[in-house]
C-alpha cells in the first residue's frame, strides 16, 4: 500500500473514532467518562520478530542473505456499549545489510525475499457485538477463513496480508457459525510502496461460508468467494466449496485426522477469459502419543482450452505445496501434489517434517521437495524457529535450497 492510501486508512479509523466520540458525547459527561475508561482500559500488545533467510537458487549467482525484524504495535479497547477500536501498526525493516530482491529494493540480481521495508497500519477496525451471537467489524482487519488455503493473511512473510473490508459473523449456536466479508481492498504483503507486484488489489469481493461442527467426527464447511478485482480482472473468479475434516477416535490412544475437500473454480466479472476447473484434496493420518502422520493428495486442475489453472489468489499459499514457494502460483498446467507429513515434540522442540511429490495435472513431472521444521517456545515470551526447504526440479522451475532462523518476543 503506498504512503496516501496508508494515510487515507489512518483518517478513516480516526473519523470512525470521531464519529463515535460524538454520539456519546450528546449523553452528558458521564458518557465521556465510560468512554474515556474504556479507552484507558485497553490492552496493548508489543511483538518483535527478527529472522535471518538465506536462499541458494540455480540460475542465479548470488544468494540471498536477509536479515529483517518486524516491530508491531497492537491496541485494543475495552467495550464501550458494545463497540470498541483495534489498531495495529508494523514496521519493517532490513537489520545491517541486505542482500537480497524484496520487490522493491531493486537488487534483481538475487534471489526473491519478499520482506520489503514499510511502516504501515497493518489493522484499523471498529468493532459492534450489539446484536446476539453476532460481530460486525469495519475498517482494515485479519481475515483468515478455514486453514487459510483459499482466504488468509500469509502471516509466514514479515509484512502481513490485511484487508479494508466490512465483516459479520454470526454464531447460530454452539456448532454453527456464519460468515460473510466484503472486500474493498486487499493490502498485499508486496506494500507498503508502490511497484510491482502491487501493494494494494482495489477488490468489489464478497466471501460466505457455513460451517457446522458434528465433533470430533466431523466439521463441515460450504464456501463461496466471489473474487472480484477492479484493477487485476483476469484473476477475478467465482469459488464454490465444500471441506470435510475431523479427527475421530479409534481407541484411547490413537486418533484418525481426516480432510475431504472439493471447489470448482469459474470465471467472474470482467474476467476475459473463459474456464471451468476443479480443486481437490484427500488427506488421512493417524495421531498416537502427541504424534502425527499423514498422507495426502491435492490437486489444481488446469484448463488446457483456456491456458490457465486452479488459482488461490487470496490464500495463504506458502503453508501449501512446499515451503520452496514454487507453486505459490499454479502453473498453467494445473498440479498434483502427493505428501507425506510428520509432527510431534521432540525433546523441547515442536518437529514437522515433510515431502511432496509433484507432477503436472496434464502430465509430467515438475520435481520434489523435502521440509524440516524444529519450534521451541521458551521463557513463556519468546520463540525459537528454524526451517529449511529443498525444493529439487524435475523439468519445472530451478533447484532451490532455503533456510530461515528466527526469533519472536512477545509483550
Given amino acids: ?30 458518557s465521556q467518562s465510560e468512554l474515556s475508561q474504556a479507552l484507558r482500559d485497553g490492552s496493548f500488545n508489543l511483538v518483535f520478530r527478527y529472522r535471518y533467510e538465506l536462499v ?23 467495550n464501550y456499549k458494545d ?22 529494493n531493486g537488487q534483481t540480481d538475487r534471489p526473491g525475499v519478499v520482506d520489503p521495508r514499510g511502516t504501515d497500519l497493518n489493522q484499523g ?16 482487519q485479519r481475515i483468515a477463513h478455514a486453514n487459510q488455503r483459499y482466504i488468509g493473511g500469509v502471516p509466514w512473510r514479515q509484512n502481513e496480508q490485511t484487508y479494508d ?53 466431523a466439521n463441515l464447511m460450504g464456501f463461496a468467494y466471489l473474487l472480484d ?3 487485476a480482472p483476469a484473476l477475478s473468479s467465482q469459488t464454490l466449496g465444500l471441506r470435510l475434516t475431523g479427527a475421530p477416535n479409534i481407541s484411547d490412544n490413537l486418533t484418525f485426522p481426516y480432510v475431504a475437500e472439493f471447489a470448482s473454480q469459474e470465471d467472474h466479472a470482467d474476467n476475459p477469459n473463459s474456464f471451468d476447473m476443479d480443486h481437490y484434496v484427500l488427506e488421512a493420518g493417524l495421531g498416537f502419543s502427541g504424534y502425527i502422520v499423514k498422507l495426502g493428495y491435492e490437486v489444481f486442475e488446469a484448463d488446457t482450452t483456456a491456458g490457465v489453472a486452479f488459482q488461490t489468489i487470496l490464500g495463504t499459499n506458502h503453508a501449501f505445496q512446499g515451503w520452496a514457494d514454487k507453486f505459490l502460483t499454479t502453473p498453467t498446467g494445473g498440479i498434483e501434489d502427493a505428501y507425506i507429513q510428520f509432527n510431534g515434540r521432540i525433546g523441547k522442540f515442536n518437529v514437522t517434517a515433510a515431502y ?23 521463557a513463556n515470551n519468546y ?16 533447484d532451490t535450497d532455503k533456510f530461515w532462523l528466527q526469533l519472536t518476543a512477545s509483550f
Fill in 229 to 231: 478485482f477492479d484493477d
Fill in 356 to 378: 511432496h511429490d509433484f507432477e503436472a495435472d496434464t502430465g509430467g513431472d515438475y520435481g520434489d521437495e523435502i521440509n524440516i521444521q524444529a519450534a521451541w517456545p521458551f
Fill in 56 to 78: 541458494d537458487q540455480d540460475g542465479i549467482d548470488a544468494d540471498a542473505n536477509a536479515n529483517t525484524l518486524k516491530s508491531r504495535l497492537t491496541y485494543r479497547s475495552a
Fill in 125 to 140: 477496525a471498529i468493532i459492534y457485538t450489539g446484536f446476539a451471537d453476532t460481530e460486525i467489524s469495519f475498517g482494515r
Fill in 83 to 104: 463497540w470498541s477500536l483495534l489498531l495495529e501498526v508494523d514496521d519493517l525493516r532490513p537489520i545491517g545489510p541486505g542482500h537480497f530482491n524484496s520487490t522493491r
Fill in 165 to 217: 473490508a466490512l465483516e459479520f459473523t454470526r454464531t447460530i449456536s454452539d456448532s454453527s457459525q456464519v460468515r460473510y466479508a466484503y472486500i474493498r481492498n486487499v493490502n498485499t504483503i508486496f506494500g507498503p510502496d508502490s511497484g510491482s507486484p502491487p501493494g494494494d488489489r482495489r477488490s468489489s469481493s464478497h466471501l460466505l461460508d457455513a460451517s457446522h461442527n458434528f465433533g470430533s467426527a
Fill in 383 to 398: 520463540a525459537l524457529l528454524l526451517k529449511y526447504a529443498s525444493y529439487n526440479s524435475d523439468g519445472f522451475a530451478t
Fill in 1 to 30: 500500500m503506498n504512503r496516501r492510501m496508508t494515510l487515507r486508512a489512518i483518517s478513516a479509523c480516526c473519523a470512525l473514532t470521531g464519529l463515535l466520540l460524538g454520539a456519546t458525547t450528546t449523553n452528558g459527561q458521564e
